[in-house]
């Protein structure tokens, strides 16, 4: 039996060969019961993986999509959008883009977001918004997500906390519910394993009644839209029809495997992953305590970097990432998330081994 190829980047991932078939189901009307019902089955297990029970939304749209959703809806004019990565920069970017008044509360890259930080730029001003990303694909790190949404909670009860988790739902147990996060976005083509084109958002019910009085939310993300035709289990404009029957069959995959045991099969797999880059020598990018479970950022060396080891790694059927934003030279990234699991790492990091006594 031949090995399969694998993908060890941070998305988009691959995709199992179930879910690719999915999709080459005929198409349907979007207003029809045959596909009403195929929205609402997806719809019911996403709210089981985002762990709410108010709603999620489909949006045919990358995750980037959402980011802009988010700043349209729920703020009328004031943002506060922690920084530490490349994507977290990105938020902020379309926050500004969008013409909000938006502050960046920075910190060093391969530096956790505290819930202290946040809880004093909340006391010394007032935001509608706080924008945060949960596991930041470029560095590797996760933030204390559940802590800091604590601490929005506890400072400014007001505000609405939005989360960016692209690169962790599905890999990492995010609680929307129980931790209080207002609005909890994600895309499919990382921990979902799905193609990508499909971006789902949960939204809390007062983010939704918040979204009544800001104007300007336009038409293509306007959530009260999106609700009125979720609640008929359909979308305002056609949906990516194939990405959604991929979606149910995924999500049965998903739930069947189990929530807690695929949060489990990541975890191990990013401990082996961390435990592999000590004993050769390797630094991780974030610091102990805060290290992703879906992706590990490592330092390069002249003798690893993802472009030399690639050239070894791919007619292996293998294939690592770069490094991203400002850190792209410095690092290199191995994904843990989708479909791989523990002998795909055992594979790769044997192939990795090899290629390093190689250039010994
Ligand atoms: N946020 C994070 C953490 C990401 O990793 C990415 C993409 O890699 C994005 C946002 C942007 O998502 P998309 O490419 O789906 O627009």
Known sequence: MSVPSRMFVPGPVDVDPQVLQAQTQAMLPHRSKEFEAIFQSASEKARQLFYTESRVFLFTASGTGLHE?????????????????????????????????????????????????????????????????????????????????????ATSPNTLICVDAVSSLGGAKIE?????????????QKCLALPPG????????????????????????????????????????TPALSLIYALDVQLDRILAEGLEARFARYSAMAERVH?????????????????????????????????????FLLPRGMRIAGGY????????????????????????LSALDEYLEAQA
């Open 198 to 237: 499909l971006a789902l958002c949960g939204v809390s019910d007062r983010a939704m009644a918040n979204a009544e009085s800001v104007p300007g939310r336009g038409w293509y993300f306007d959530l009260l839209r999106m609700e009125k035709h979720r609640l008929k289990d359909s979308t305002p404009a």
């Open 325 to 348: 934003g400002a850190i792209k030279e410095k690092t290199f990234r191995i994904a843990h998330m989708g479909e791989i699991a523990m002998p795909d790492i055992e594979r790769l």
């Open 69 to 153: 959703a988010a700043v349209r809806n729920l703020a009328k004019e004031s943002v506060l959008s922690c920084v530490n990565g490349a994507f977290a920069q990105r938020w902020y970017d379309v926050a500004l883009a969008n013409g909000k008044r938006v502050d960046m509360l920075e910190t060093a890259w391969d530096q956790p977001i505290t819930p202290q930080a946040v809880s004093e730029a909340l006391q010394r001003k007032p935001y509608e918004i706080i924008t945060v990303v949960h596991n930041e694909t470029s560095t590797g790190l996760q933030n204390p997500v559940q802590e800091i949404a604590a601490a929005v909670r």
């Open 275 to 311: 435990a592999w880059a000590a004993g050769r020598g390797l630094g991780l990018f974030a610091p102990e305590g805060y290290r992703s479970q879906t992706v590990t950022t490592l330092l390069s060396t002249p003798q690893l970097n993802a472009p030399a080891a690639n050239k």
């Open 176 to 188: 929307m519910d129980a931790w209080g996060i207002d609005f909890l976005l994600t895309s499919s």
